[in-house]
């Protein structure tokens, strides 16, 4: 380990670079106003202990910004993640990390990064001696996402880990143990909290619907067996699960967030796989999330359907539509009222573009730099998981409903 701390220099500058309209806008205060200008949604109130992370970010004169070591070069890292640090304000990519040195070589030459931060998996721990990273982002298979974090955590890194956080609830228990134990954050790479489309939903949810009642939900893709990527996808011990942990987990976690709320039961049914590739993990699962309030959550999730991501939420007075829901670019939002005469009223809003992962970057590196909450934490990331591993319960037990009862843990933390 470096007797070289590169946060402390780097966090005292920033806090500068931030200066009053950073700090206003991370604490909302005026910022929330320019924002508004701006055209993005407004903060909702409301959302208990529940971080709302502000879009905007002020630019970023300072002398150094947050660097990231990105682990695994797959088809998420390199298409998404990588040329979004173009567009980030307070974070750059710093060193690459594969099981294929080559690879790495030929990305670090695309983005500048010299051969002396390039690591492979096996040397990967030589990274606490490199002063240009100060967190790891985890961009592997589902199963390997523990032991890279405690691995990361150990190095004296932060991290921000993909989704889903683990393929089991202890594995995400460690890992959050292993954040506190090395004084570091710990994020989950939620990208559609930093989508201003899901801001202005949460806004319309607050305020313009009466009270929410159902949420429909759906989330699916084809499944390509020859593409890699797809691989290890239908592999329990690497992905923990099939449609449900790969896609159904934004509805999940969707429903969660838009009200603000945790189930207090679930249902599940996996239907009998249509191909012997699906053999390991559910290929099509529908579910149910029953709310305390009331609110009652059914979704579905499929490896063998064109694409779908879908997010239906159904008030007392008016109801909010998003198809598509949780894109890469391009989802839309919008809200139906019938009125008296029972026809359909369905204002679209014109909300401006954001790059979901370059806010996503520049989220984590404000944070350490002021020490501000995360808006997807590793606990955010575990009830997900937790959830999930209670709907595949159920799933196999003749769909049975299972208790998810757990208290609000949020307030609890
Ligand atoms: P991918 O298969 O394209 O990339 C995975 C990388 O891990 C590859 O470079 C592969 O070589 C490497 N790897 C290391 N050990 C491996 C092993 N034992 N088996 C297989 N591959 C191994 O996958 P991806 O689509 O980039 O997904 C990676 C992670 O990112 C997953 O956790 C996934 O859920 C997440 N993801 C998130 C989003 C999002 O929108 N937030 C989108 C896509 C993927």
Not at 29 to 39: D, I, N, T, Y
Not at 321 to 345: E, I
Request: a neutral charge; hydrophobic letters at 35%; proline letters at 6%.
């Amino acid at each position: 380990m470096s007797s070289h701390s590169p946060h402390k220099p780097v966090n005292a500058g920033r806090r500068h670079v931030l200066g009053a309209l950073g700090a206003s806008i991370l604490a909302g205060g005026a910022g929330k106003a320019v924002a508004q200008s701006l055209g993005f949604p407004a903060p909702p109130a409301g959302l208990g202990k529940r971080p709302y992370p502000n879009l905007l970010r002020p630019m970023n004169d300072g002398p150094r910004k947050f660097g990231y070591a990105i682990v695994g070069l797959g088809k998420y890292a390199v298409n998404q993640i990588l040329p979004a640090f173009a567009e980030c304000e307070y974070a750059k990519v710093t060193a690459l990390v594969s099981g294929d040195i080559n690879k790495a070589r030929r990305l670090g030459k695309h983005y500048g990064i010299e051969e002396s931060h390039l690591y492979t998996y096996d040397n990967f721990d030589k990274i606490a001696q490199d002063p240009e990273v100060d967190a790891v982002y985890i961009i592997l298979p589902n199963s390997l996402h523990a032991d890279f974090t405690e691995r990361s955590f150990r190095a004296g890194k932060h991290v921000l880990c993909e989704k889903p956080m683990a393929v089991t609830v202890e594995e995400c228990q460690r890992m959050i143990t292993a954040g506190k134990k090395a004084g570091k954050k710990l994020m989950i790479g939620y990208r559609c909290h930093f989508d201003p489309v899901t801001h202005k939903a949460i806004e319309l949810a607050r305020t313009s619907i009466g009270k929410p009642q159902i949420i429909t939900t759906d989330n699916g893709d084809n499944t390509d067996p020859t593409d890699p990527t797809y691989q290890w996808r239908l592999t329990r011990s690497l992905s923990g699960g099939g449609a449900l942990m790969d896609l159904g987990i934004y509805g999940v976690n969707g429903s969660r967030y838009m009200l603000n709320e945790d189930p207090i039961e679930v249902q599940a049914t996996i239907m009998p796989p249509s191909d012997p590739m699906f053999r390991e993990i559910d290929e099509t699962i529908v579910w149910i999330m029953k709310y305390r309030s009331g609110a009652v959550a059914h979704g579905s999730a499929s490896f063998n359907v064109n694409a779908m991501s879908r997010f239906n939420l159904q008030g007392t007075d008016a109801s909010l539509r998003m198809d598509p829901a949780t894109s890469y670019w391009c989802n839309s939002v919008s809200h139906c009222t019938t009125g008296d005469t029972h026809t359909w009223s369905t204002p679209m809003f014109t909300i401006p573009a954001l790059n979901q992962f370059s806010a996503q970057l520049d989220h984590l590196a404000i944070s350490v730099a002021n020490n501000t909450p995360l808006a997807a934490t590793g606990e955010e990331g575990m009830q997900d998981v937790r959830l999930i591993q209670a709907m595949y319960q159920s799933a196999h037990s003749g769909s049975r409903p299972v208790s998810t009862d757990w208290g609000d843990w949020r307030k609890t933390i």
